[in-house]
């Protein structure tokens, strides 16, 4: 019904750049907030960023002052541009939106499939 997908993910040097974009499309009525969560080998998921549909956002202690989220709610598209990126930023990143299928409806959170981000020290 709904597929997320991401993409901008690639090999860096530390001290790099990345911009990761992520588009949501199929049966969508709004979207209510999206994000941005990373999971590196031998470790659990954890948040990254989100932002909610009037451009609310909120970061991870280690994404504070160096990753910016942001949406194109006309797109159903989130951005995370990551700056000064170091090795421990090496992970699979992933998006996640929670969103409605019809005006009331019931809240469904989809995932994307994921992009890998490597950072080279």
């Known amino acids: 019904q709904v597929q997320l997908v991401e993409s901008g993910g690639g090999l860096v040097q530390a001290g790099g750049s990345l911009r990761l974009s992520c588009a949501a499309s199929g049966r969508i009525f709004s979207i209510n907030a999206m994000g941005w969560y990373r999971q590196a080998p031998g470790k659990q998921r954890e948040l990254v960023a989100t932002?909610?549909?009037?451009?609310?956002?909120n970061y991870a202690d280690s994404a504070k002052g160096r990753f910016t989220i942001s949406r194109d709610n006309a797109k159903n598209t989130v951005y995370l541009q990551m700056n000064y990126l170091k090795p421990e930023d090496t992970a699979v990143y992933y998006c996640?939106?929670?969103?409605?299928?019809?005006?009331?409806?019931?809240?469904?959170?989809?995932w994307g499939q994921g992009t890998q981000v490597t950072v080279s020290s």
């Open positions: 996640d939106a929670r969103l409605s299928h019809s005006p009331g409806g019931y809240e469904y959170r989809y």
């Open positions: 932002i909610t549909s009037s451009g609310s956002t």
